[in-house]
């Protein structure tokens, strides 16, 4: 049964549940609560043996958090900017300044939207050239006014288009990689959705990498992995592909590619978002508390020393 | 009218029955190796001359693969360099089912342990490193032995206050090494930018077809980008793209005249005058 099946079922039961609960002729409280433990049993079962495939239908709800509502939980007078000063201004990317205890921070993140008219809007969280060059402009802002960045990441990938070409898709997105191995504020990521292929790890350049417990970074979207490596086009192999990839935060932190794994409530963030912003937060205040003192030397030294150790080759 | 079209259907049969179950052959049968078809004129040309015209269609001028040791020969003073880490070996991090075969088949053809080469030399008497991505392993895709060399050659041409010249063509990013092999674009492009911030001057070279996670790092990055002819260079596929949005793709998208079009490309540069295009580019940066 998919983790999408067993979330109806419990759904189903609560519900049922809740109606016989209301009628005390049906039952009594001792019953009711034998009945409730069981399922509260079930849940605990169905999301501590999630499948990589599990997570990633997790990391993809659109009930979870998105960019603006970490911004409006986590920062004060938050203020957004728009536009690249090229060409325009990409929905796909939200960035902006505002404060973090009173220290003033600079905010980047992918938004997705969560009806369809948002989706297209911002392109289901799928930046263009215009948006990695309106985060770049962000990130030197910042650099200049001494600001630390924060960036919150959830996309599917860049966004694969004639126009995304014709404006150097690859161009932005390496240079945003350049930028962030290379600015001298501290930096700040979290993976809190999605984490697709190079559309990610383009704002993902920094001094501490956190993610969230289901969700999920990766090479490319698992479709597009079984796509490529097992010329699968109707999504047979997806699920093997999510296992192979190793991509869930489990994973990525025993491979050393994260340093911090964020709980979330059973069954996803979305559950219990407060307790999520509440670890965000104390991560946030640990880390700047740490980096601010470091030399804007060492800093970079540490960030290039960060990335340049990954690998697994001999000879 | 029926009658007609039911009279050439049973003539057309009738030949198809003469000439067997197997459909005419519209290639004619040509000796292993002499003669080389090419890829966009279907024109024969002896090998021999092709080689000799460096694998350009003396016909059409199409640039066909070129391996890398032969690239290098070919750009290198005497054609004369120093290779490094050309054992290198991925430890297959993600453990991943039938790579370790894949590997070994590349290997037995190309001879190469992976797909890219580093070399150190002269041209034009100016001590330069150059990366070469040679696509006959694995596309050249860039895992961590890719990802390795390439920034060990970038920091040895920054130690060294060199120029560096990189050769890209790559299918992108190395699937079987997951998310290490998308961490390679960072880890590259942030020892490209202390190469930068060096002073010291990076052609990036594009060749046929330089794709996904190696467009989108070090390959549109340099001081000057350069072309070869024709090339495809984009960062999602042209099948992805196509399927994404269910319509044709506009034609010479992605290849190299457009990326000049649309200002991703300093200059297009055939590959007879590569060299000599090189030592003009690194006389006017010593």
């Not at chain 1, 999504?235 to 050393?256: F, I, N, P, Q, S």
């Not at chain 2, 092709?50 to 054609?79: A, T, W």
């Not at chain 2, 920054?158 to 090494?177: N, V």
Request: proline share 4%; charged share 30%; net charge positive.
């Amino acid at each position: 049964m998919s983790l999408k099946e067993k979330e109806k079922k419990i759904k189903e039961l609560e519900e049922k549940l809740q109606r016989i609960k209301n009628d005390p002729d049906l039952i009594d409280a001792v019953e009711g609560k034998r009945i409730e433990d069981t399922i509260t049993r079930y849940k605990e079962h169905t999301y501590s043996s999630l499948s990589a495939y599990d997570r990633v239908y997790l990391a993809r709800k659109s009930e979870r958090p998105h960019i603006k509502e970490y911004i409006a939980n986590l920062f004060d007078d938050f203020i957004e900017m728009h536009g690249d000063r090229f060409f325009k201004d990409d929905q796909a990317i939200v960035g902006g300044i505002g404060y973090f205890n009173h220290l003033p921070v600079t905010v980047i993140g992918h938004q997705k939207g969560r009806n369809l008219d948002d989706n297209m809007k911002c392109q289901f969280g799928m930046a263009s050239p215009d948006g990695y060059r309106k985060a770049m402009r962000l990130i030197k802002q910042a650099e200049k006014f001494n600001r630390p960045i924060i960036t919150f990441v959830d996309t599917p990938g860049a966004y694969p288009g004639i126009e995304a070409e014709e404006n150097g898709i690859g161009e932005a997105i390496g240079q945003s990689l350049m930028l962030l191995s290379d600015v001298t504020v501290p930096v700040i990521v979290f993976v809190v959705g999605e984490g697709g292929s190079g559309g990610a790890l383009a704002i993902s350049i920094g001094d501490h990498i956190a993610m969230l417990e289901n969700a999920v970074y990766s090479v490319l979207s698992p479709e597009g992995f079984a796509s490529i490596l097992w010329k699968d086009t109707k999504g047979e192999r997806v699920g093997e592909a999510c296992e192979v990839m190793k991509m869930t935060a489990k994973d990525l932190y025993e491979a050393h590619i994260i340093d911090e794994i964020i709980p979330e409530a059973l069954g996803g963030v979305h559950k219990d978002p407060a307790l999520t912003y509440r670890k965000i937060r104390q991560v946030i205040t640990e880390q700047l508390d740490a980096l601010v003192r470091v030399s804007k030397k060492d800093l970079l030294n540490r960030r290039y020393a960060k990335f340049r150790k990954i690998g697994d080759y001999r000879g | 009218m029926d009658k007609l079209l039911k009279e050439r259907r049973h003539r057309l049969n009738e030949f198809k029955d003469y000439l067997g179950k197997k459909p005419a052959s519209k290639h004619v049968e040509i000796p292993d190796g002499i003669y080389t078809k090419c890829p966009q004129c279907e024109g024969l040309v002896l090998s021999s001359h092709i080689k000799e015209n460096m694998y350009v269609c003396p016909k059409c001028g199409r640039h066909m693969y070129i391996s890398g040791h032969e690239r290098l020969e070919q750009l290198f003073d005497n054609g004369k360099y120093k290779e490094y880490w050309s054992s290198m070996k991925t430890n297959d991090p993600l453990d991943f089912p039938d790579y370790d075969l894949k590997l070994e088949k590349a290997k037995k053809r190309t001879g190469m342990n992976d797909g890219v080469i580093v070399a150190s030399g002269r041209i034009g008497h100016i001590k330069t490193v150059v990366v070469v991505m040679d696509n006959h392993f694995m596309m050249a895709s860039m895992g961590t032995v890719a990802g390795e060399k390439i920034t060990r050659a970038i920091e040895y041409a920054t130690r060294k206050k060199r120029p560096l010249i990189i050769f890209s063509s790559s299918g992108g990013a190395r699937m079987q090494e997951g998310i290490f092999s998308l961490m390679q674009m960072g880890k590259t492009c942030a020892a490209l930018k202390r190469h930068m911030n060096a002073g010291l001057l990076y052609i990036s070279y594009l060749t046929h077809p330089t794709t996904g996670g190696v467009t989108a790092s070090f390959a549109l990055l340099g001081d000057i980008n350069i072309a070869e002819p024709g090339a495809l260079i984009g960062f999602a596929g042209p099948r992805v793209i196509e399927s994404t949005l269910r319509q044709k793709l506009p034609e010479g998208f992605q290849r190299s005249e457009f990326l000049v079009e649309h200002g991703f490309v300093d200059l297009i540069v055939e590959r007879n005058k590569s060299r000599e295009t090189l030592i003009t580019l690194l006389h006017l940066h010593s």
